[in-house]
C-alpha cells in the first residue's frame, strides 16, 4: 500500500487492525470527537511518517507491536482516558504532542528508537512509562502539569 488515510468523526465503538502490513508512504489517521476506538498495529514496516490525530477523543486504544515504523506522530488535543502502548517495535522517531490531555498512559516497552521527543502543555493524571528500551535521544518539554508519572526503567 502506498498511501492510507484514514479520518473518523464522532465514530464510537470501533476496532481497525493493520496486520502483516508494508506501508511505502506516509499514512494519516485522524479521529475527531471518537470515543472507545481499538487501533492495532502488528507484524508491520511501515517506511514513511505515521501520524495519529485525536481531537476531543475518549476512551482510546492505539498499540503497535512487533513492527518498524520510521516515523511516529501522536498528537493528543482536548482528550483524555487513552493509552498508546508500543512494543517489541523500532522507530527512528517518535514524538508524543499533546494539548489539555487528562487520565492517558503512554507505555513504550523493549522498543528501540533514535529520538523521543514530548513536547506539550496541560496534562493532567497522566503517564508514561519507559521500560527497557534503547533510546538514543531523549527531549521532554511539558508545562502546566498536574499530578503526572513519567518511568523510565532499564532503558
Known amino acids: 500500500v502506498d498511501v492510507v488515510t484514514l479520518t473518523f ?17 506516509s ?16 507484524d508491520s514496516t511501515l517506511s514513511a511518517t505515521t501520524t495519529f490525530t485525536l481531537t476531543t477523543a475518549t476512551n482510546m486504544t492505539f498499540s503497535i ?22 512494543t517489541k517495535s523500532s522507530f527512528d522517531t517518535v514524538r508524543l504532542l499533546t494539548t489539555t490531555m487528562e487520565n492517558t498512559i503512554a507505555v513504550l516497552q523493549h522498543c528501540s528508537m533514535s529520538t523521543f521527543f514530548t513536547s ?9 512509562l519507559v521500560d527497557q528500551c534503547k533510546v538514543i535521544n531523549a527531549v521532554s518539554t511539558i508545562t502546566t502539569a498536574f499530578m503526572n508519572s513519567a518511568t523510565f526503567t532499564a532503558s
Open 9 to 25: 468523526v464522532a465514530a464510537t465503538n470501533t476496532q481497525i487492525a493493520l496486520l502483516n502490513s508494508t506501508l511505502a508512504s
Open 65 to 86: 507491536d512487533n513492527s518498524s515504523l520510521e516515523d511516529l506522530s501522536y498528537t493528543h488535543s482536548t482528550s483524555k482516558w487513552n493509552k498508546l502502548l508500543l
Open 27 to 42: 499514512s494519516a489517521f485522524t479521529f475527531t470527537t471518537a470515543a472507545n476506538f481499538e487501533f492495532a498495529i502488528a
Open 120 to 128: 506539550g502543555s496541560y496534562t493532567l493524571n497522566s503517564s508514561l
